[in-house]
């Protein structure tokens, strides 16, 4: 047996393949239970809500808020009892997964994370039932879990809108594949003439069509005790930096819409999140992805300004970047924002 974070939690590895693997998993009173382990790992509740969704769900809030920005490492922080039941940002592909290139499908399983030391992975490993059950378990299309033919998808409704409106099918906006919305020149020239000719109101229509993954109250599976518990916003960004057109203009006015409404999301999700006012946040669409880092602080900035009453932080892995210590400067701790 290959023993990796999956094994380890479920008693055995993904070795004879995706079909053999679900056959041998199923979810009871919300544990994932392996008839290889007597482990019963809490899977949480998975919803994949609207940014539309969560903002008509809103509670009232008249709490103060704040934004701070510190280092530190995703899968520990999830351990730290300071962070029970807060809401952690998770850096993910629109599938809700941790793809490590477009050429990666759920049936290559996830014991593969452990080998990715990037964030997104990290975090998926640290709520290790939740992923397993994303992967493995999870109904879509009728079907049981996520295969190379079929899988969530977070951007499918903006997808639409932006089809209807520009004319084109959705395929020649781009093609999904493995949770990468691979972007063709055709549709970022026309997604960016489109979004030019819109007006606040139009452009937060189409805000509000953008999904992410809530994973609420899933168990830590790093604590051995199993009483640590936090919930999960799984967003993605445009992996801009995965193609041949990386330098197209159009690139920049559609990233940015994802990357408002997924910061918006996040922290209405927060603010709905009955365990905590705690909010940690990434650098989603950052690195790899090739989004720029102003794009991605001005968007947490347009978000915070618009939801108020958690306590957010922005976690870098390494250095704390100047764009991060900037701008929780403008929200410092007991301010009132929103």
Do not use: K
Not at 272 to 281: E, F, G, M
Not at 323 to 329: C, D, L, P, Q, V
């Amino acid at each position: 047996m290959q023993e990796n974070w999956f094994s380890r939690i479920v008693g055995f590895d993904e070795s004879a393949g995706p079909d053999a693997v679900r056959a041998r998993l199923r979810v009871e009173d919300g544990r994932l239970v392996s008839d290889a382990s007597e482990r019963r790992p809490a899977v949480g509740t998975l919803t994949l809500p609207s940014l539309a969704e969560l903002s008509s769900a809103r509670p009232d809030s008249g709490r103060a808020g704040s934004l701070a920005a510190t280092q530190g490492e995703a899968r520990a922080m999830h351990a730290d009892p300071a962070n029970s039941g807060a809401l952690i940002q998770v850096a993910s592909q629109f599938n809700l997964l941790e793809m490590v290139s477009p050429s990666v499908t759920p049936d290559d399983g996830v014991g593969r994370y452990e080998w990715d030391h990037t964030q997104g992975p990290a975090c998926a490993m640290a709520a290790g039932a939740a992923t397993i059950y994303r992967n493995y378990l999870v109904p879509v299309d009728g079907g049981q879990g996520q295969s190379a033919t079929r899988q969530l998808d977070a951007l499918a409704d903006l997808g639409a809108a932006l089809s209807e409106a520009t004319g084109l099918a959705p395929v020649e906006l781009w093609r999904m594949r493995n949770g990468y919305a691979l972007c063709t020149d055709e549709g970022l020239t026309a997604i960016a003439a489109h979004l030019r000719d819109l007006g606040e109101e139009e452009l937060d229509d189409l805000r509000g069509r953008l999904r992410i993954g809530l994973v609420s109250d899933a168990e830590v599976t790093d604590v051995a005790s199993g009483e640590q518990r936090v919930s999960q916003a799984l967003c993605s960004a445009l992996p801009i930096a995965y193609g041949a057109n990386s330098t197209h203009p159009g690139w920049e006015p559609f990233a940015r819409l994802v990357l408002e409404a997924s910061y918006e999301a996040t922290l209405l999700a927060g603010l709905a999140n009955p365990h905590s006012d705690r909010v940690l946040l990434t650098a989603v669409g950052g690195g790899v992805f090739g989004n720029d880092p102003s794009w991605i602080a001005s968007a947490i900035t347009r978000a915070m300004g618009r939801v108020s009453g958690v306590e957010a932080v922005v976690v870098s892995y390494a250095s704390i970047p100047a764009w991060a210590t900037r701008i929780s400067g403008d929200y410092p701790p007991g301010s009132l924002f929103g």
